[in-house]
T-cell receptor, first 110, second 117 residues
Framework: EDKVVQSPLSLVVHEGDTVTLNCSYE??????LLWYKQEKKAPTFLFML????IEKKSGRLSSILDKKELFSILNITATQTGDSAVYLC??????????FGTGTRLTIIP | GAVVSQHPSWVICKSGTSVKIECRSL??????MFWYRQFPKQSLMLMAT?????????EQGVEKDKFLINHASLTLSTLTVTSAHPEDSSFYIC?????????????FGPGTRLLVL
């Protein structure tokens, strides 16, 4: 069965710290892996990864995929209170549907 | 990025009534839209895939007679929760892909919070 697992489930850090969020998956087929940020409403798109080893970067956020070891990480440097959210990892297992992980709840303390 | 809207954003209704939620792609055409449900502190669970001009495909465990989906045009899909009960209270979110852009990214609507009393 296709599965997406995120860790940690929750994380509390101080403003300015760097965090690394993990997403691993078990898959019979793989098309892409996506990261979303969810605050109070629906998820907003961060990154889509399809190839191993190519880092995607947007400001203080970056992400990379390892298709051999079946995982991805999302890094946030110099965290700010506005980064507090639930970060969701989702995988497209080749059928255009997204399977979501449980999410990591990130809290940034001022 | 592509914009997806949902209406209404909030619904409170009595048990036994039906509730219709609209999902629109505002600046692109979407032959396929997806409906998700999210319970508090849980992740998104795909309910069904809405296909323009044909029947929706439901995930295992989702009752198609209870959650009616209509995708009548390339920019609009509707989800009707029929005879809603308190256990249907949840956050319902739709998403769509902008196929014309060549991107496989799914863009989400702002969601609809349903509270059934």
């Amino acid at each position: 069965e296709d599965k997406v697992v995120q860790s940690p489930l929750s994380l509390v850090v101080h403003e300015g710290d760097t965090v690394t969020l993990n997403c691993s998956y078990e898959v019979t087929n793989f098309r892409s892996l996506l990261w979303y940020k969810q605050e109070k409403k629906a998820p907003t798109f961060l990154f889509m990864l399809t190839s191993s080893g190519i880092e995607k970067k947007s400001g203080r956020l970056s992400s990379i995929l390892d298709k051999k070891e079946l995982f991805s990480i999302l890094n946030i440097t110099a965290t700010q209170t506005g980064d507090s959210a639930v970060y969701l990892c989702a995988v497209d297992f080749g059928n255009e549907k997204l399977t979501f992980g449980t999410g990591t709840r990130l809290t940034i303390i001022p | 990025g592509a914009v997806v809207s949902q209406h209404p954003s909030w619904v409170i209704c009595k048990s036994g009534t039906s509730v219709k939620i609209e999902c629109r792609s505002l600046d692109f055409q979407a032959t396929t839209m997806f409906w998700y449900r999210q319970f508090p502190k849980q992740s998104l669970m795909l309910m069904a895939t809405s296909n323009e001009g044909s029947k929706a495909t439901y995930e295992q465990g989702v009752e198609k007679d209870k959650f009616l989906i209509n995708h009548a045009s390339l920019t609009l899909s509707t989800l009707t929760v029929t005879s809603a009960h308190p256990e249907d209270s949840s956050f319902y979110i739709c998403s769509a892909r902008d196929l014309a852009s060549g991107s496989e990214t799914q863009y989400f609507g702002p969601g609809t919070r349903l509270l059934v009393l």
